[in-house]
């Protein structure tokens, strides 16, 4: 096994499609919150270097990507996947962990959010420091939360006046509020695939 975390680019365009069914059989296989990506999405964000791509040698095993919110005060992780074959073995923490780090250095004063279901991700989310929050603390963006539609809980975020859902709000402070945050004791190797 031979894991590389990259900021990906423009040579991982073909990774694309492949990505787009990873997303869908999630949402089936989960059948909770995880919205659908399109393919001109991605794309834009890996041509923008606003996502990080986890490959073994040439095999597509995660993926996660960074959106700003509110004019940069804002800045979310959104899409964290991981193969299946892959779980459990701390590829997503690797993967989070990248995507933090990018956030905090692309836009430094943003404060770092996001919304999930994933018990998985939450724990993560915690030891990078996000706090959970009401969804008033988060960006107010119509577009942030139009991306919810393709979710199946999305009428729930609609009857509640995007206040609340199934997912939980989590909020992490900006580089500028916490610069010397230590993210060393996350930084960790993948376990061998069983």
């Known amino acids: 096994m031979s894991i590389q975390l990259t900021i990906a ?4 365009l073909p990774y694309v499609e492949e990505l787009v069914e990873m997303y869908r059989l999630s949402a089936e ?19 923008n270097g606003d996502a990080i ?3 073994d040698g040439t095999l597509l095993i995660g993926f ?4 700003t919110w ?11 996947i991981v193969k299946n074959s892959y779980r459990k073995q701390g590829l997503a923490k690797m993967i989070k962990v990248r ?3 990018l956030a905090r250095d692309k836009y430094p004063s943003a404060k770092v959010f996001g919304i999930t ?19 008033s603390e988060l960006t107010q963006d119509t577009e942030f939360w ?15 006046e995007r206040r609340m859902c199934l997912c939980t709000g989590m909020l992490a402070p900006s580089k500028e509020e916490a610069p010397h945050l230590d993210l060393s004791h996350l930084i960790l190797q993948p376990n061998p695939v069983d």
């Open 9 to 12: 680019n423009a040579t991982h």
């Open 70 to 80: 509110s004019h940069h005060k804002y800045v979310a992780n959104s899409g964290l």
């Open 29 to 47: 296989e989960r059948k909770t919150g995880i919205a659908l990506r399109k393919p001109e999405y991605l794309q834009k964000k890996m041509l």
């Open 117 to 135: 279901t994933s018990l998985a991700v939450m724990k993560i989310n915690s030891e990078l420091g996000y706090k959970p929050v009401t969804f």
């Open 99 to 101: 995507a933090f780090q």
């Open 146 to 160: 139009d991306a919810c539609k393709s979710c199946p809980n999305y009428d729930i975020l609609e009857r509640n």
């Open 53 to 55: 791509i986890a490959l």
């Open 64 to 67: 996660c990507y960074i959106e």
